[in-house]
Structures are given as C-alpha cells and as structure tokens.
C-alpha cells in the first residue's frame, strides 16, 4: 500500500510563512514528478507547483517569487515552503506523486488527503 500524507496547514495572517510537507510512504521502488495543488471553495482544483526527480519546478504564475518546492529524494518527501501568504491563497492543498510500487512495478498517480490552508486576518 503506498500512500502518501501532508502535514503543514493552518490558520496564518496576510503576508506570513507557512511550510507544508508530504512524505510518501509504503512499498515504493521509484517515485517520479512530485507536486502540490490546491482546491480553493467552488474553485476546481489547479496545479500549483511541480518539481521532477532531477529537481526541475514548475509553478503557477500566481505563487512566482512567493512559494519554492523542494524534494528530498532519499526520505520520499516533498515541500512547499509559502511566503507572502495573500487571503487568495486560501485552499484545501493536496500533495501529488508518480509513484512506482515495488511488486507488482506499476506506476500510478497517487494523491494525498489534503491540509487545509487559510490566510486571514
């Protein structure tokens, strides 16, 4: 069983810092591009970043120059570090990997369960 669990959200003010994690877990032989999206209420769900096994990112326009995604190979995790947090960030996140099972090796896209983030005042 692989899974994969986020950690990090929270309630924070306009302007400040939040770090989310996602660690992948269970009988993983490889794990391609990771990512982090988010669902903000009545929105459809949209990619935020994206980063692949060599550590190439990708973002969304709107979080260019405030969010870095990074990854730890070795540990099978993932991170969004937030800055300049701004009320329009406000969403349920989800983590997101390519994942290759050990037996049988199949890869599958896998989600997380979400944290929820929230900038207000």
């Known amino acids: 069983q692989v899974q994969l669990v986020e950690s990090g959200g929270g309630l924070v003010q306009p302007g400040g810092s939040l770090t989310l994690s996602c660690a992948a877990s269970?009988?993983?032989?490889?794990?391609?591009?990771m990512g982090w999206y988010r669902q903000a209420p009545g929105n459809q769900r949209e990619l935020v970043a994206t980063?692949?096994?060599?550590?190439?990112?990708n973002y969304v326009d709107s979080v260019k120059g405030r969010f870095t995604i990074s990854r730890d190979n070795a540990k099978n995790t993932v991170n969004l570090q937030m800055n300049s947090l701004k009320p329009d960030d406000t969403a349920v996140y989800y983590c997101?990997?390519?994942?290759?099972?050990?037996?049988?090796?199949?890869?599958?896209?896998?989600w997380g369960q979400g944290t929820r983030v929230t900038v207000s005042s």
């Open positions: 980063i692949t096994s060599g550590h190439i990112t």
């Open positions: 269970g009988s993983i032989f490889s794990i391609g591009a």
């Open positions: 997101n990997a390519d994942i290759t099972r050990m037996r049988p090796r199949l890869t599958s896209n896998y």
